[in-house]
């Protein structure tokens, strides 16, 4: 049964195309740069403010003092755009990479058609496929709605299926693709969602069912592991982080004795072992393996990178679709949409008082939010780009890998990612999507407020948690708005 058939007639395609607009980015290169804020004082009034908490262990690298806050993205950074705050390219972009960047926004936008339909640039989605733009999961806005009502999911949350041991799927694969180009090519099934209720250590969540297409086809032994879209934020500025610096922050074995364990996700790319950085689960080491691997699983798309078709070798019929050249997306226009990832701003902080901004920011330091949430990092040499290198940056992420414990535990390990670890994703524009109250939090968007989010941090993050828990109310609303604000 054909279960879902999006895909709309060519002519719609090419009007979305050229709606493309150059006047965006040529819009944003005229906004300058934000104004470094600078702090009226010293603020290690903190103490005074938060007696409630623990003595915390000696070394906290990260804890500082605030008087001075540089721009968020460095560079990279834009003035915070109510209406459309993500998605927008980092200002005073030189006028040779604007090239580059107007065309991967192009593709980035586009919604591909199947193979052979006359749009030779934009063509060979699917056969399988989960949404036919990057746009459809990643908008301006930040996250897309993923939870509708009656139990129904929008194409904006992926999902993983695999084990314990990091078996894929035999028959589906490593991902659930439920859409198809053509009703002869069975879409693989339909998710739905149910809620589950809380329980004295967790906030109430969501269990996942699927219904297969074939029902010869069922899913066994094998987890569901939901992935919703993250905002994306200041991309470039990530993939520029040294190697050299996740691999420092790193402590396997908790040398400090702080109980928080960060490790490096180490994978393979080719024969070459790569820091893995992008992904809830830090899989992909780079921002072009990332994008060539969302046109892989997400959109069915070939590149150089990921040359075959997203079909297992149990899915025979799969493989006879017609592709759209080989490989679909050339090396040319892959890198147009990496150079537009590169240009994707980082909205500037929204204080409106400073000295509460710098109370929270103690909080989140002194509480141990920042142990993995890494407020500030820096960006090593960049050629193409030349305005990112050596920028400091607030992403707070240390970009590792952390048992988050069994609450998070959705069974799935991939590549060497446990099925308990997570990466610490990163924080800047967290308060913009807090904003629309529908909007999620965590790898399956489980939780309905950052509050939540924090709820169900374990593991690694368990006594954090609890330090959090017994915060005052007034230090609780504090620490929410400094996240607000970031
Ligand atoms: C069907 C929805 C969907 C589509 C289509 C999609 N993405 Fe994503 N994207 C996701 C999800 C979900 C994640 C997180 C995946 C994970 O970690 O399991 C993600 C992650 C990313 C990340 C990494 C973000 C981070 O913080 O590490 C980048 C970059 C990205 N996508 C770019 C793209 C590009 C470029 C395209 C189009 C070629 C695209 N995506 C298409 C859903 C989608
Ligand atoms: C041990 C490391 C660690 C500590 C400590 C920690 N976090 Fe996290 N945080 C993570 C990881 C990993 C995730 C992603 C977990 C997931 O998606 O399943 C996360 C997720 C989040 C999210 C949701 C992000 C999103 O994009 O949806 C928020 C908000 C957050 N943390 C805030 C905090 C705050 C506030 C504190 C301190 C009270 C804190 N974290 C402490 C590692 C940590």
Redesign the pocket.
């Known amino acids: 049964m054909p279960l879902l058939h999006h895909l709309t007639t060519p002519e719609r395609f090419s009007k979305q195309a050229s709606a493309v607009s150059l006047p965006i980015i040529m819009r944003t290169t005229l906004l300058t740069l934000s104004i470094a804020l600078t702090a009226c004082g010293g603020s290690d009034d903190s103490t005074s403010t938060s007696p409630n908490l623990p003595v915390l262990p000696d070394d906290n690298s990260n804890q500082e003092t605030h008087t001075h806050w540089l721009p968020a993205g460095g560079a990279a950074t834009i003035n915070s755009d109510v209406a459309r705050p993500f998605l927008q390219i980092i200002p005073k972009l030189p006028s040779h990479l604007l090239g580059g960047v107007s065309t991967g926004r192009e593709l980035?936008i586009t919604q591909w058609t199947p193979a052979n339909e006359g749009r030779a640039l934009f063509d060979g989605v699917g056969p399988l496929f989960?949404?036919n733009?990057?746009t459809?999961?990643?908008s301006d806005a930040g996250r897309k709605a993923t939870y509708l009502p009656n139990g129904e999911l929008s194409?904006?949350?992926?999902f993983?299926l695999g084990d314990k041991q990091g078996i894929a799927h035999h028959y589906y694969g490593e991902q659930l693709q439920h859409q198809s180009i053509d009703p002869s090519i069975a879409p693989e099934g339909k998710m739905q969602y149910t809620h589950t209720t809380a329980t004295p250590d967790t906030p109430a969540g969501t269990k996942f069912m699927f219904t297969p297409a074939d029902s010869n086809q069922p899913l066994g032994s094998n987890a569901i592991s939901g992935?919703?879209?993250?905002q994306?934020v200041g991309?470039g500025l990530l993939d520029l982080i040294s190697d050299a610096d996740i691999i420092a922050a790193a402590d396997p074995d908790d040398h400090n004795q702080d109980g928080i364990r960060g490790r490096v996700h180490w994978v393979y790319e080719g024969n070459q072992q790569q820091v893995g950085r992008?992904?809830?689960?830090a899989i992909n080491s780079s921002?072009r393996t990332?994008?060539a691997n969302?046109?892989s699983q997400?959109?069915g798309l070939t590149t150089s990178v990921f040359i075959e078709p997203n079909c297992t070798v149990n899915q025979p019929i799969c493989w006879t679709a017609e592709n759209g050249g080989s490989p679909e997306v050339s090396d040319s226009s892959l890198d147009a949409?990496v150079d537009f990832?590169t240009a994707l701003a980082v909205p500037e902080r929204r204080i409106d008082d400073l000295q509460a901004f710098n109370q929270g920011a103690n909080l989140f330091a002194e509480v141990g939010c920042a142990s993995c949430h890494t407020p500030k990092q820096k960006t090593g040499e960049s050629i193409r780009f030349p305005l990112l290198s050596q920028q400091t940056i607030y992403p707070y992420t240390d970009l590792l890998l952390h048992d988050m414990g069994l609450g998070l535990d959705d069974g799935v390990k991939e590549k060497n990612a446990e099925s308990y670890e997570w990466r610490t994703?990163?924080l800047w524009g967290i308060g913009i999507v807090a904003r629309d109250p529908e909007a999620r939090f965590l790898h399956d968007g489980r939780a309905r407020s950052i509050t939540e989010a924090i709820l169900w941090h374990g593991g690694e993050a368990e006594a954090v948690k609890t330090r959090f828990t017994q915060l005052t109310d007034a230090e609780k609303e504090n620490l929410l708005r400094f996240l607000h604000s970031i």
């Open positions: 980035f989960n949404a733009a990057c459809q999961c990643h194409d904006a949350i992926l993983r992935r919703i879209s993250p994306l991309m992008f992904g809830w689960k921002l990332q994008n969302a046109m997400d959109m949409v990832m994703p990163p």
